[in-house]
C-alpha cells in the first residue's frame, strides 16, 4: 500500500537506498532553522540586559523560563496539529510565527512579546517538523536512521554560523539587525516549505505508525514500568538543570572570566554559543568512524557516560576558578563545551529511546510528555539557580553544577527495581 502511494509522487525515490527530496526539503528548513535559534541563544541573556535593563539575575530567570517554556509548548503544537490542524500547515505557521517574534524582538520595545510569540511558533514548529521527517518513511525503513543524523546535522550547521555572525553585530551595536536576519531565515523557511509542498503532502495524507504491526514486548510489570519513568524523568530533570546554564552563566563566565583576545580583536562572548554545535558536527563524525568500538554496549552504560561528562565539564570549571589572575584561557570553557556536548549526544537519545520502550503501548504519547515536562522544569530551575551566581563564589557554583549529573548517576545505581527494567530495556530492541 505505502509503495503504491509513494510510486509516482515527488517522494518516490528510484533505488532503494536514495533519499526522499522531502529529507533535503527540510534540512534546508533545519539550516534555517538552527541559524535563527542560535542567533536567539548567543543574543537572549546579554540583549536583557544591555537593552531592557534587567540585572543578571532577573535576566537569568528570564532565560531559564524562556527554555522551559520552549520545551513544554511542542507538546500544544503537536495536539494541535493532530487534532485537525495538521502537520505541514503548523510548520509554516510556526516559522512565520517565529519570525514575527524575531521582528518583535528587533524593534527593542516589549521583550515579553517578543519571546512570547517565539514560544508560540516552536510550539507549532519543533516536534512537528521532527514528525513531518519521520512521516516521509514506510514503517521500519532502513534509511530512517540516516534521515536523521543528515537533519540534525543541518540544525547545528545553521547553528555553527550563526554566533559569530549575530556576536560581531552585537559589539557594533547592530544587534537588532542580527534579530531581523533570524526573522528573514524563519520566513525563508517558511518560503521552502510553501514551494516544496508537493515534496511533503503524503506527510500528512498518510500517517505511518512506526510501532504497527510489532510486537510489544513484556518489560516487566505495568507498575515496574512506570517507576522505571519516573526514574528517567527525574535523571531528564538533573541533565537540564545542568546543561542549562551553557547559554545563561556559562556565557557570563567567559564575558567576565575569560581571554577572547585573538590576533589583536576581541572575540564576541556570543561566539562561544558555536562551539556546541560545532562539536556536535565532530563527535557525530567520530561516532560514526569508529562505529561501537568505543561505545559503551548498553543504553545504562551510555547514559551514565553521558551524565560523568556533563558532571567533568563543570568540575573543569572548578580547578579554573583556583587558579590566579582575574581571567583565564579560553581552552577552559571550550573544554567545558566539548564534554557538554557530548554529554547532551548521550543522554537526549537514550532518555528518549527509554520513555518510549518502557512505556505500555497506549502510554506512549505520555511517557514523551513526561520527558518534555521533566526537561522544561531542569531548564527553568537552571535559571533559578544562575539567579544565584552573583550570591555564591564561583567554585561553590560550578560544584552544585557538577553535583547534579552526579545524583542522576547515584539514581540510576540505587533504582534497583526501575533499574531492573531499564536495563531490560537494553535487550528489547
Known amino acids: 500500500m505505502l509503495d503504491a502511494l509513494n510510486e509516482g509522487s515527488p517522494m518516490h525515490a528510484s533505488s532503494s537506498l536514495a533519499q526522499p527530496v522531502g529529507l533535503y526539503v527540510l534540512c534546508a528548513v533545519e539550516v534555517a532553522a538552527g541559524f535563527a535559534l542560535y542567533v536567539l541563544g548567543s543574543l537572549l541573556l546579554l540583549h536583557l540586559i544591555a537593552t531592557h535593563g534587567l540585572d543578571e539575575a532577573t535576566a537569568l530567570r528570564w532565560v ?58 516552536n510550539g507549532l514548529f519543533r516536534s512537528n517538523v521532527v514528525a513531518l521527517l519521520g512521516r516521509l518513511y514506510p514503517v521500519g525503513d532502513p534509511r530512517l536512521d540516516a534521515a536523521y543524523r543528515v537533519f540534525y546535522a543541518a540544525f547545528n550547521f545553521g547553528g555553527l554560523v550563526a554566533p559569530p555572525i549575530a556576536g560581531l553585530l552585537a559589539q557594533t551595536g547592530q544587534g537588532h539587525a542580527a534579530f531581523l536576519l533570524a526573522a528573514a531565515a524563519m520566513g525563508l523557511a517558511a518560503l521552502i516549505l510553501r514551494l516544496a509542498d508537493p515534496y511533503l503532502v503524503l506527510t500528512d495524507a498518510c500517517p505511518h505508525d512506526f510501532r504497527t ?13 512506570w517507576l522505571a519513568i519516573g526514574v528517567v524523568a527525574q535523571v531528564t530533570l538533573l541533565w537540564a538543570l545542568s546543561y542549562g546554564q551553557t547559554d545563561g552563566v556559562l556565557l557570563l563566565w567567559v564575558r ?3 581571554v577572547r583576545g585573538v ?13 556546541p554545535p560545532l562539536f556536535v558536527l565532530i563527535w557525530a563524525a567520530l ?12 543504553r545504562n552504560g551510555k547514559l551514565a557516560a553521558g551524565l560523568l561528562s556533563t558532571s567533568l565539564g563543570f568540575a573543569l570549571l572548578i580547578f579554573a576558578t583556583t587558579l590566579s589572575g582575574q581571567r583565564h584561557s579560553a581552552a577552559w570553557p571550550l573544554a567545558c563545551l566539548g564534554l557538554l556536548t557530548l554529554g547532551e549526544l548521550l543522554v537526549v537519545p537514550v532518555t528518549q529511546s527509554l520513555m518510549g520502550q518502557l512505556a505500555p503501548r497506549r502510554h506512549t504519547g505520555l511517557s514523551y510528555a513526561l520527558w518534555y515536562a521533566a526537561a522544561a522544569l531542569g531548564l527553568y530551575l537552571a535559571g533559578q539557580l544562575g539567579a544565584q551566581w552573583y550570591t555564591l563564589s564561583p567554585a561553590t557554583f560550578f560544584a552544585l553544577v557538577a553535583a547534579a549529573p552526579l545524583g ?5 545505581a540505587c533504582g ?8 531490560r530495556s537494553d535487550t528489547a530492541d
Open 416 to 423: 534497583r527495581g526501575s533499574s531492573c527494567e531499564m536495563q
Open 408 to 412: 542522576a548517576v547515584a539514581l540510576i
Open 64 to 121: 531559564g523560563g524562556y527554555n522551559a517554556a520552549t520545551f513544554l509548548a511542542p507538546l500544544v503544537g503537536g495536539a494541535l496539529a493532530d487534532a485537525g490542524l495538521r502537520l505541514q500547515r503548523a510548520v509554516r505557521l510556526g516559522a512565520i510565527l517565529l519570525s514575527f517574534g524575531f521582528v518583535a524582538l528587533a524593534l527593542r520595545r516589549d521583550a515579553r512579546l517578543g519571546l512570547s510569540i517565539l514560544v508560540l511558533g
Open 263 to 275: 590576533l589583536g580583536h576581541e572575540i564576541s562572548p556570543s561566539a562561544f554559543v558555536a562551539v
Open 213 to 225: 504491526g510489532t510486537t510489544e514486548r513484556p518489560i516487566g510489570d505495568v507498575r515496574s514500568r
Open 256 to 258: 567576565d572570566y575569560t
Open 287 to 298: 561516532a560514526a568512524l569508529l562505529g561501537k568500538r568505543c561505545q559503551p554496549s548498553t
